[in-house]
């Protein structure tokens, strides 16, 4: 294998590494947030708030990903962390 590619896909490799760590760290206040509305009696979902975080997001890119793209993969995070959350409360109760 060549060796600019090689490198490259080191590079790629840690860059998603580091995703995976954002994200899970992410998910551990994800968890936190919904203990806390858990507790409020707060429904998981918020779309609210999603539509206001996902805005900013896609306000914010600077990179190449389009808009479409941002919503996509932030839905899906959000759809994930929600899904746990409710999971999570209905195995408390």
Same mark, same amino acid.
């Given at each position: =294998?060549?060796?600019?590619? #090689?490198?490259? %896909? *080191?590079?790629?490799?840690?860059?998603?590494? @580091?995703i995976? @760590? +954002?994200l899970?760290? %992410?998910?551990?206040?994800? =968890? &936190?947030?919904? @203990? *806390?509305?858990? %507790?409020? &009696?707060?429904?998981?979902?918020?779309?609210? #708030? *999603?539509?206001? +975080?996902?805005?900013? +997001?896609?306000?914010?890119?600077?990179?190449?990903?389009?808009? *479409?793209?941002? @919503?996509?993969?932030?839905?899906?995070?959000?759809?994930?962390?929600?899904?746990?959350? &409710?999971?999570? %409360?209905?195995?408390?109760?």
């Amino acid at each position: =294998m060549p060796d600019n590619l #090689r490198k490259l %896909r *080191e590079q790629i490799l840690q860059v998603s590494q @580091e995703i995976l @760590e +954002l994200l899970n760290k %992410r998910h551990v206040i994800a =968890m &936190a947030i919904g @203990e *806390e509305k858990s %507790r409020l &009696a707060i429904p998981p979902r918020d779309p609210v #708030r *999603e539509a206001i +975080l996902l805005q900013s +997001l896609m306000k914010g890119n600077t990179g190449a990903y389009p808009p *479409e793209a941002i @919503e996509i993969i932030f839905q899906t995070i959000f759809d994930i962390s929600v899904a746990t959350q &409710a999971a999570k %409360r209905d195995n408390a109760s």
